[in-house]
Nanobody, 119 residues
C-alpha cells in the first residue's frame, strides 16, 4: 500500500512562491511516476506536473516556466516549486503516485494541501 503525505500549502500574494512536498511510503520500488494535480470546486482535477521514475517531466502549459517538479529518491519525496504564483493557481493540490503491481497500475492520492493566491 502506497501512502502519500503532502505539505507546504499556504496563502500567498500574487508573485509569491511556495514549495509543496509529498513524502511517499510503502511500495516505493513499484512507483512508475509521481506528480501533482489540482482541483477547484466544481471543476475536474487537472494535471499540474509529473515526473517518471526515469526523471522525465511534463507540465501543463499554464505553469511552464513557473513551476518545477523534482524528486529526492533518498528521501522518497517529490517537490513542486511554484514561483510567480497567480490567483488562478488557487486550488487544492493533490500528490499522486502511479504504482505497478504485476500487470496492473494503481493510482494513489494524498489528502490534498490548499494553495490560495490573493491579488
Amino acid at each position: 500500500q502506497v501512502h502519500l503525505v503532502e505539505s507546504g500549502g499556504d496563502s500567498v500574494q500574487t508573485g509569491g512562491s511556495l514549495r509543496l512536498s509529498c513524502e511517499v511510503s510503502g511500495g516505493i520500488l513499484g512507483i512508475l511516476s509521481m506528480g501533482w494535480h489540482r482541483q477547484v470546486p466544481g471543476k475536474p482535477r487537472e494535471l499540474v506536473a509529473d515526473i517518471t521514475s526515469g526523471g522525465s517531466t511534463r507540465y501543463r502549459d499554464s505553469v511552464k516556466g513557473r513551476f518545477t517538479i523534482t524528486r529526492d529518491n533518498a528521501k522518497n519525496t517529490v517537490y513542486l516549486q511554484m514561483n510567480s504564483l497567480k490567483p488562478e493557481d488557487t486550488a487544492v493540490y493533490y500528490c499522486k503516485a502511479d504504482h505497478v503491481v504485476g500487470a496492473a497500475i494503481n493510482r494513489y492520492w494524498g489528502q490534498g494541501t490548499p494553495v490560495t493566491v490573493s491579488s
